[in-house]
């Protein structure tokens, strides 16, 4: 049979439609989950990013460092390159870093950038929180990126797990009922299990403590979920308390070296867990102080409540006398407060999530 001309164009062109269509999912499979194949920007590097931002701002009421601190990890992986995530310090101006070259990325309100020169700000990556690169190919990859990230179903359910209420009480109010209390439940598990503790005690801890906020910062110099200090932090060879798994390994293995003090006291179940809570709020030394008074006084040194029953005696100037304190005058107000909280807000952890 012989074809005229025009019906083997149209044949050809059949065949190069299906041939491109068989040809899209290979190419796609070698696409890199940030879209963008032709520029390498970040490829390969170390960058430096920072977060400039303030959790519960413009009544975002969420966890918005931490949302951002999981998409940089995602942006990294994504790109092919390594990534250190710095907590902007209000001291120093990340703006000029970025200009100079020092940092990379800096994430911060859009609200807040004003008019600040030489900088590219990306689209924004939600309702109000801009990523800022200074050159302009680094902006076209960081905005292919966004545009890619927030048309899947991993930035919608990773903003939905830093956004919404999460404090207890208003949850238990409205009876709520969940199999989740915080975006690092299953980091909590793990190291509630290595503590054998409910992961919901744990949890309680870390609220009391940061509610949830990577970028809680005490007067002190606390850090992180579990406000660790940079010396403990350092002691137990943690050197990053902005990272989420870093921050609970060092605040869990202090938990669990104060631990081990009491259980060689006789201690367990709760009791202990109340007395490593309370050295961990007030020091090992003033607890031991609270001890060995109540021993001195014939007070069960190892049950909570008969401890804080002594203590308005160690407020009292006659307590500089006593052989058994060594560290001198104790108020308590805040170490008994801390205590009564934690578990308050673990009985109300284990009403939104019956299942341990």
Same mark, same amino acid.
């Given at each position: 049979m012989i074809f005229s001309e025009k019906r083997k164009r149209r044949f050809r062109n059949v065949v190069i439609s299906m041939l491109i269509i068989c040809a899209m999912?290979?190419?796609?499979?070698?696409?890199p989950l940030s879209g963008a194949r032709s520029t390498d920007y970040f490829a390969g590097k170390e960058i430096v990013c920072a977060i400039d931002l303030?959790?519960?701002?413009?009544?975002?009421?969420?966890?918005?460092?931490?949302?951002?601190?999981?998409l940089l990890n995602k942006f990294a992986e994504d790109n092919k390159c390594s990534?250190?995530?710095?907590?902007?310090?209000?001291?120093?101006?990340?703006?000029?870093?970025?200009?100079?070259?020092?940092?990379?990325?800096?994430i911060m309100h859009n609200a807040e950038v004003g008019e600040a020169e030489g900088l590219n700000l990306s689209r924004k990556i939600d309702d109000c929180t801009v990523w800022a690169v200074k050159e302009e190919g680094q902006l076209r990859q960081v905005n292919t990126w966004i545009s890619h990230i927030t048309s899947m179903d991993y930035f919608q359910d990773a903003k939905a797990s830093y956004t919404g209420t999460f404090n207890p009480y208003k949850r238990v109010e409205r009876?709520?009922?969940?199999?989740?209390?915080?975006?690092?439940?299953?980091?909590?598990?793990? *190291?509630?299990?290595?503590?054998?503790?409910?992961?919901?005690?744990l949890?309680?801890? /870390?609220?009391?403590?940061?509610?949830?906020?990577?970028?809680?910062?005490?007067?002190?110099?606390?850090?992180?979920?579990?406000?660790?200090?940079?010396?403990?932090?350092? *002691?137990?060879? /943690?050197?990053?308390?902005?990272?989420?798994?870093?921050?609970l390994k060092a605040g869990t293995s202090h938990l669990k070296r104060l631990q081990r003090l009491y259980a060689k006291s006789g201690m367990e179940g709760l009791e202990m867990v109340k007395f490593?809570?309370?050295? *961990?709020?007030?020091?090992?030394?003033?607890?031991?102080?609270c001890r060995n008074f109540a021993e001195s006084r014939q007070i069960n040194k190892n049950s909570w409540e008969e401890v804080v029953s002594i203590i308005p005696l160690?407020?009292?100037?006659?307590?500089?006398?006593?052989?058994?304190?060594?560290?001198?005058?104790?108020?308590?107000?805040?170490?008994?407060? *801390?205590?009564?909280?934690?578990?308050?807000?673990?009985?109300a952890f284990c009403q939104i999530c019956p299942q341990s």
């Amino acid at each position: 049979m012989i074809f005229s001309e025009k019906r083997k164009r149209r044949f050809r062109n059949v065949v190069i439609s299906m041939l491109i269509i068989c040809a899209m999912p290979l190419l796609e499979s070698g696409r890199p989950l940030s879209g963008a194949r032709s520029t390498d920007y970040f490829a390969g590097k170390e960058i430096v990013c920072a977060i400039d931002l303030c959790d519960d701002m413009y009544g975002s009421h969420g966890l918005e460092t931490g949302f951002n601190y999981q998409l940089l990890n995602k942006f990294a992986e994504d790109n092919k390159c390594s990534i250190r995530i710095v907590a902007a310090n209000k001291k120093e101006n990340w703006t000029d870093s970025l200009a100079a070259g020092s940092a990379d990325i800096v994430i911060m309100h859009n609200a807040e950038v004003g008019e600040a020169e030489g900088l590219n700000l990306s689209r924004k990556i939600d309702d109000c929180t801009v990523w800022a690169v200074k050159e302009e190919g680094q902006l076209r990859q960081v905005n292919t990126w966004i545009s890619h990230i927030t048309s899947m179903d991993y930035f919608q359910d990773a903003k939905a797990s830093y956004t919404g209420t999460f404090n207890p009480y208003k949850r238990v109010e409205r009876g709520v009922v969940s199999k989740t209390l915080s975006p690092y439940d299953n980091l909590i598990k793990k *190291y509630a299990s290595d503590l054998g503790w409910d992961w919901r005690m744990l949890a309680a801890v /870390i609220y009391q403590e940061s509610k949830f906020s990577i970028n809680s910062t005490s007067h002190r110099g606390a850090r992180g979920l579990m406000q660790v200090m940079p010396k403990t932090a350092e *002691y137990y060879g /943690i050197d990053d308390l902005l990272d989420p798994e870093k921050n609970l390994k060092a605040g869990t293995s202090h938990l669990k070296r104060l631990q081990r003090l009491y259980a060689k006291s006789g201690m367990e179940g709760l009791e202990m867990v109340k007395f490593t809570l309370a050295a *961990y709020n007030a020091g090992e030394g003033r607890i031991a102080d609270c001890r060995n008074f109540a021993e001195s006084r014939q007070i069960n040194k190892n049950s909570w409540e008969e401890v804080v029953s002594i203590i308005p005696l160690m407020r009292e100037e006659s307590i500089l006398q006593e052989e058994s304190v060594r560290l001198g005058k104790f108020e308590g107000y805040e170490t008994i407060a *801390y205590i009564d909280s934690v578990m308050s807000l673990y009985n109300a952890f284990c009403q939104i999530c019956p299942q341990s």
